[in-house]
C-alpha cells in the first residue's frame, strides 16, 4: 500500500467492493434456496465441511476485484493456498478472505456472511476488517486503523452508520451468550456437556428472574454481534476456528472496545502470524478456542465456569 493511500478511505474502497459482490451473489443464493439445487461441491481442502460453486465463485471474485484497489497483495483465502498477487514479490499487505462462511445455510436462504480482512505485514497486525451479512438490514461491520487507533462500525442496507464504541457491561446470570453449535456431535454436545456454565447463566437475578440465554452464532459475525452489543459475548470450545472465522471479527471486536480471550485467560494478540508465506501457510491450518465478550469481567466470569 502506497504511503498517499490512507487506510480510512482505502476501507471505504474495499466496504465498496464487498457490498457489490454481495449483492451480485445475493439474487443466486435465493433462487439455490428456492429451487434446492446447492451446487454442492467435493470439499478437498476441509473434507467435513460443505463447499459449493457458489463458495468458489466469491473466491475468484474476490480475487478479480481486489487488484483494482490493491497492486500488490497476498491473497490467502479458504478456498485457496496463498499466493502473491501484484508485481511486488514480497508485498506488506496480506488479505485474508473467507468468501462465503456458513454457505450451507445460504444456499438455504437463511444465513450468509463474507469476511476479509487486510492485514499489514510491517505493522504484524490488521489495518482494516469486513464483515458482510449478506440476507440483513445490518449489512457491513468495518473496522480500521487510521493514526494510531482503531475505529469499528456498522453500516446498514440504507446507509446509516453507527460507531462501534460501547459493548454489552452484562454479567453472566444476565447475558445472552452464543456458540456455534449447530454441529450435534462435536459442537452441541461438547456445549451441552457444560453444566457449571450453564448452571452459571441460568442462576436468577436480583428480581429472581432467570435472564441468561443461549443463542447460536457463526464464525466472525458473532463476534460483529458482541461488538455492536446485540449480543454479550460468544465463545468456541470444541473444535476451535480457523483464522479466517476468527481473526476478522476478533479485530471489529477488538476496535469497538470488547476482548478476546484464550482458554488459559490469556488475550488474543493482533499479530495473526501472517507474516511470511511460511507462517500464514501454517496459521491457515491451525485452529483457535477462545471467548470473547463485551467486557473483561464477562470474559472471566465464562472462562471460571468451562470445565476441559
Not at 13 to 29: G, N, Y
Not at 183 to 194: D, I, S, T
Not at 219 to 245: N, R
Request: overall charge negative; hydrophobic content about 40%; aromatic content about 8%.
Amino acid at each position: 500500500m502506497s504511503s498517499e493511500t490512507r487506510t480510512p478511505e482505502l476501507a471505504e474502497t474495499i466496504a465498496e467492493l464487498v457490498k457489490t459482490t454481495m449483492s451480485d451473489i445475493r439474487p443466486r443464493l435465493v433462487r439455490a434456496a428456492l429451487t434446492g439445487h446447492r451446487a454442492e461441491n467435493e470439499n478437498l481442502r476441509h473434507e467435513d465441511n460443505f463447499l459449493s460453486d457458489y463458495d468458489l465463485w466469491m473466491h475468484q471474485r474476490y480475487k478479480e476485484l481486489l487488484p483494482e484497489v490493491l497492486p500488490s497483495f497476498i491473497y490467502a483465502s479458504e478456498e485457496d493456498d496463498p499466493q502473491v498477487i501484484g508485481n511486488d514479490p514480497d508485498p506488506d499487505l496480506c488479505v485474508l478472505v473467507d468468501p462465503l462462511d456458513t454457505s450451507e445455510l445460504a444456499v438455504r436462504a437463511l444465513h450468509g456472511y463474507t469476511h476479509l480482512m487486510v492485514y499489514s505485514r510491517s505493522l504484524r497486525r490488521p489495518v482494516i476488517a469486513i464483515v458482510g451479512d449478506i440476507f440483513h438490514h445490518v449489512k457491513l461491520y468495518l473496522a480500521f486503523h487510521d493514526d494510531g487507533s482503531d475505529r469499528a462500525f456498522v453500516i446498514t442496507a440504507d446507509g446509516e452508520r453507527h460507531a462501534l464504541e460501547s459493548p454489552s457491561n452484562a454479567h453472566l446470570p444476565q447475558a445472552l451468550v452464543t456458540n456455534y453449535l449447530m454441529r450435534p456431535a462435536e459442537r452441541f454436545r461438547v456445549l451441552a456437556q457444560q453444566e457449571r456454565f450453564l448452571d452459571a447463566l441460568s442462576a436468577p437475578g436480583e428480581n429472581g428472574k432467570a435472564r441468561g440465554r443461549i443463542g447460536v452464532d457463526f464464525g466472525s459475525i458473532s463476534l460483529c454481534h458482541v461488538a455492536a452489543g446485540f449480543t454479550d459475548a460468544t465463545m468456541e470450545i470444541a473444535k476451535g476456528f480457523a483464522v479466517w472465522d476468527l481473526s476478522p471479527g476478533h479485530y471489529i471486536l477488538h476496535a469497538a472496545g470488547g476482548v478476546t480471550i484464550d482458554l488459559d485467560g490469556n488475550p488474543i494478540p493482533l499479530d495473526y502470524g501472517l507474516n511470511t508465506l511460511p507462517e500464514i501457510n501454517t496459521t491457515m491450518s491451525t485452529r483457535r478456542k477462545f471467548i470473547a465478550a463485551g467486557n473483561q469481567a464477562l470474559a472471566e466470569e465464562i472462562r471460571a465456569t468451562i470445565q476441559s
